[in-house]
């Protein structure tokens, strides 16, 4: 059985798996009392009150190592409900992709499999429901360098609305798999509301778009499910290529920056309808290899990261709503990051410090850096090695190969004629890459994995022994 992280104690020695730290279940966020929070979460809590004097009208919430760190901002600010916008979006995305681990629905499916043609609207005939998921299924042409530009499709009206219906037909036609349920706003409030302990999350049901109501300390279960690729509690709720293709590019084409309903952090040829990308700290999503999965059509990264070569794959990946509201996920460090209304908060010594959406990750990095062993609060050489995805001092668990290259039938698989990925290798001795506060330092030995350019895997990250790790 796996084991809770909330509120648990300290940790044993040796790698965790990661069905020993897939989620909290349904029970309530215990916070990690103040004078814990230096040793359990790796981050000073004298410079996260100093965070919470700039961030006083945004609430936020810090989520690492599965535990609640720290939540801030106006009182009860992270724990009352508010309409959270196109964070819904990436709710929708979740949603997909746990009715498509229960039933015969893929992402590859031609949209028409599932929808009439004469309820189609704009959408292009020829469009899969991964073109949906992307927001391109209405281009004109829909192959590789043709799609022109993106754009955001803002109330669900033009395209992604149609995914309720699809996920309606799903549940309809093969009720055997969804037992007690019988359309998705039930299924939501079932499988993911209840499931996971979201008391303060609802969803209508009739638009993917921004009409669901949520909390700051319920959107970081969200998080958390992201950064453990789709397991809670021990049971996988979501294919992890799936939440792969979350959180990498679909289309690099015409936005570097969004896999299924969710951004990803690119350096260029991006598009946010709300923020923009963190150049200053935060690491490029990019896949290992070009061409990728599902359609194997990009040759490149189409300048999503300036980088080569990255040793590992761990891009930040984001859900944003209007007016600040957002969801950030750094697998490299173990960490989610929350934040409602973070458009309303000012410095008046750093205006620049709230632009986009890198407002609380700003504020709070401090605190991370003072406490991290292999930086000790040196900021600029943190963010130089953490930005170019060298530095991943807490990556649980990588993403297997069949996440990562999710090669088709015909095209080498694990161990078939390519190099092993980041979650094929085994350990390897003398590579210090630092280590939770109070642990032992993990060994790693990263290789390169292709990033910018076209090319073949060189290799990937090696996880060995992570130390003493602090599960709370």
């Not at 939501?188 to 969803?203: H, K, L, N, T």
């Not at 150049?279 to 980088?307: I, K, Q, R, V």
């Amino acid at each position: 059985m796996a084991v809770g992280l909330i509120g648990a104690t300290a940790g044993a020695a040796g790698a965790v798996p990661v069905d020993d730290v897939a989620g909290p279940g349904a029970e309530p966020w215990v916070p990690v009392p103040r004078d814990e929070v230096a040793e359990r979460c790796g981050l000073d809590p004298d410079l996260m009150e100093q965070a919470d004097a700039i961030l006083i009208a945004t609430p936020y919430t810090v989520v690492r190592y599965g535990q609640l760190c720290w939540s801030g901002g106006y009182p009860t600010g992270t724990t009352a409900t508010h309409q959270v916008w196109s964070i819904t979006k990436t709710l929708g995305a979740v949603l997909v992709g746990m009715v498509a681990a229960r039933s015969s629905l893929d992402e590859t499916d031609p949209i028409t499999g599932w929808v009439d043609e004469g309820d189609l609207g704009g959408i292009n005939p020829d469009a899969s429901v991964a073109h949906v998921l992307a927001m391109t299924a209405t281009k004109e042409d829909l192959s590789h360098g043709e799609k022109g530009a993106w754009s955001y499709d803002t109330f669900g009206d033009r395209e992604i609305n149609v995914l309720v219906g699809v996920m309606n037909r799903v549940i309809e036609q093969e009720p055997d798999a969804f037992p007690g349920v019988t359309n998705i706003a039930e299924f939501a409030q079932v499988e993911v509301f209840d499931r996971m302990g979201m008391a303060g999350s609802s969803w209508p049901g009739q638009s993917i778009a921004g009409t669901m109501f949520s909390t700051s300390e319920d959107l970081a279960r969200i998080g958390f499910l992201l950064l453990r690729r789709g397991v809670w509690d021990g049971e996988a709720l979501l294919d992890e290529r799936f939440v792969y293709r979350m959180t990498h590019p679909a289309f690099g084409d015409t936005n570097t920056g969004y896999g299924y309903l969710t951004y990803v952090n690119a350096a260029e040829n991006w598009t946010y309808s709300t923020g923009t990308s963190d150049l200053t700290c935060s690491p490029y999503a990019t896949w290992p290899t070009y061409p990728h999965a599902p359609f194997f059509e990009a040759p490149d990264a189409n300048g999503g990261t300036p980088f080569d070569e990255v040793t590992h794959d761990v891009g930040m990946a984001f859900a944003a709503g209007a007016g600040g509201q957002r969801i950030s996920v750094h697998r490299g460090l173990d960490l989610v990051i929350t934040a409602r209304d973070g458009v309303v908060s000012t410095d008046p010594d750093d205006p620049g410090l709230f632009e986009g959406h890198k407002s609380i990750w700003t504020a709070i990095r401090p605190a991370l850096v003072a406490l991290d062993p292999a930086f000790e609060g040196d900021e600029d050489a943190f963010c130089e090695a953490y930005q170019r995805s060298a530095y991943a001092p807490d990556l649980l668990d990588p993403w297997s190969a069949s996440a990562s290259q999710a090669a088709p039938a015909d095209q080498p698989h694990a161990g078939e004629d390519r190099a092993p990925t980041e979650g094929e290798r085994g350990p390897a001795p003398d590579q210090d890459q630092g280590a939770r506060p109070g642990t032992a330092a993990p060994t790693r030995d990263p290789l390169p994995v292709t990033g910018g350019g076209a090319g073949v895997l060189l290799g990937g990250l090696v996880l060995a022994a992570v130390g003493l790790r602090r599960r709370a």
